[in-house]
């Protein structure tokens, strides 16, 4: 078994807004073209034009259709990828050491020249975030482009996750949740940001805003300053331990029972 950090120096992960993502996949598509050529490159691509595409993906985007009890439903965009755990169950199964949690800021990697293959990482997992690539035949996944995020030779400002930077409508957002001044953890308390599946005890790094729940026949209120709609979150995520929300609960627990199926 592998040996976890007792602490990291840093907690780097996403916030992503459930309530803004449009599921228009570029998310998806720049993490692929990034990673094709950074830290875990090559990523397989199979049959990619033909009726049975294949590959590996570090994000992949699931649309859901949600019955909130209201007009009929809402469409419901889910991204996917590598949670960066704080006690992350794939990497203390690897039996050579491949997968790893970095002390100095809570990224969880592969290493390529000692992965086996063994899959053992991706069956530990209860997010379905690792991918294994048949042309290397070794496990991949999302790096939360750690050959980007510390490129000096970009501007500061093009220092994050290429899906954050491809995103149109600011989904996502990137930072250190071990400051709880960052602009993620200011995002979790304020908009009742919550952990897929705690159930599981991997303890997520990254945070899940929820979707807005309107009420039948009723529109939101308007902001006067900025014309933009005034959302209310989401009544059952109210508060931010996330130790209360449990696998039953409003749509956290909808997300826990659909990646648990």
Not at 19 to 38: L, Y
Not at 68 to 83: E, H, I, K, Y
Not at 193 to 198: A, F, K, N, Q, V
Not at 199 to 218: D, F, H, I, M
Request: proline residues 8%.
């Amino acid at each position: 078994m592998t040996d976890l950090p007792k602490s990291t120096r840093k907690k780097l992960g996403l916030v992503v807004d459930l309530n803004a993502c449009v599921g228009c996949h570029a998310c998806a598509v720049s993490c692929k073209e990034w990673n094709t050529g950074g830290y875990s490159a090559p990523l397989t691509d199979r049959n990619p034009y033909g009726a049975n595409p294949d590959g590996v993906w570090f994000n992949r985007v699931h649309t859901y259709e949600l019955d909130d009890g209201n007009s009929g439903g809402r469409t419901v965009n889910f991204p996917r990828a590598c949670l960066h755990c704080e006690t992350p169950a794939c990497v203390t199964v690897c039996p050579t050491g491949a997968s790893f949690k970095r002390e100095e800021d809570g990224i969880v990697l592969v290493n390529p020249d000692t992965c086996i293959g063994c899959k053992l990482c991706s069956w530990a997992c209860p997010y379905g975030a690792r991918e294994y690539d048949e042309d290397d035949g070794i496990m991949k996944k999302c790096t939360l482009c750690v050959d980007r995020i510390y490129n000096q030779n970009l501007e500061p400002e093009q220092r994050e996750p290429a899906c954050v930077s491809a995103c149109p409508t600011n989904a996502r957002h990137f930072g250190d949740f071990a400051d709880p001044q960052s602009n993620v953890s200011k995002l979790t308390r304020e908009r009742n940001g919550y952990s897929l599946m705690p159930e599981s005890g991997c303890q997520p790094t990254w945070q899940y805003l929820p979707p807005v729940v309107r009420k039948s026949g009723a529109s939101d209120p308007v902001d006067a300053t900025s014309n933009q709609p005034v959302h209310t979150p989401v009544p059952e995520t109210v508060g931010s331990d996330h130790s209360k929300v449990t696998a039953s609960t409003g749509f956290p627990g909808w997300v826990d029972r659909t990646l648990t199926r």
